[in-house]
């Protein structure tokens, strides 16, 4: 969860942005536990040739699901990066790294397995459930 202030907000003339979006310097990760930096790729109509990747970030894998899944016309997950606190990733503070598949416990929902692109795996598990294999379904591939 990301919490913005008021004294962060960053006003930006009318046109630089979608209306109703704001903009903020900084924001507060307000949570310990891991997140997803999705990349999505939007493109126009094949006439407009135009392409725009919007990088987006999620608290759950379930909603880099919900993107990936969209039907949008022209738009296409590109690459998801796992930010793992300390405690997952046994470094002791938060890294960003690039993620291949991600597995869930068949039971304990909010338990998971990141397989990472350079092939180290990190287990979550707010219960401490020890992750197997056969116990566990694929839910994202990128």
């Not at 919007?54 to 796992?82: H, K, M, P, Y």
């Not at 416990?105 to 598990?125: A, C, I, P, Q, W």
Request: aromatic share 10%; with cysteine.
């Amino acid at each position: 969860m990301f919490h913005t202030y008021r004294g962060a907000e960053l006003l930006l003339p009318s046109g630089l942005g979608p209306d109703g979006v704001r903009s903020w310097t900084w924001m507060e990760l307000s949570i310990s536990m891991p997140i997803f930096l999705a990349a999505i790729e939007c493109r126009g109509d094949e006439d407009e040739g135009w392409s725009v990747v919007r990088n987006l970030w999620f608290t759950s894998v379930s909603q880099v699901i919900d993107a990936a899944s969209q039907t949008e016309a022209g738009a296409r997950l590109i690459g998801v990066e796992l930010l793992s606190p300390g405690y997952v990733n046994n470094t002791g503070a938060f890294k960003l790294d690039s993620l291949h598949h991600v597995w869930r416990h068949t039971e304990e929902r909010n338990s998971f397995l990141y397989v990472l692109k350079d092939g180290r795996n990190l287990s979550y598990s707010p219960g401490g459930l020890e992750l197997v294999r056969d116990k566990l379904e694929l839910v994202l591939s990128v």
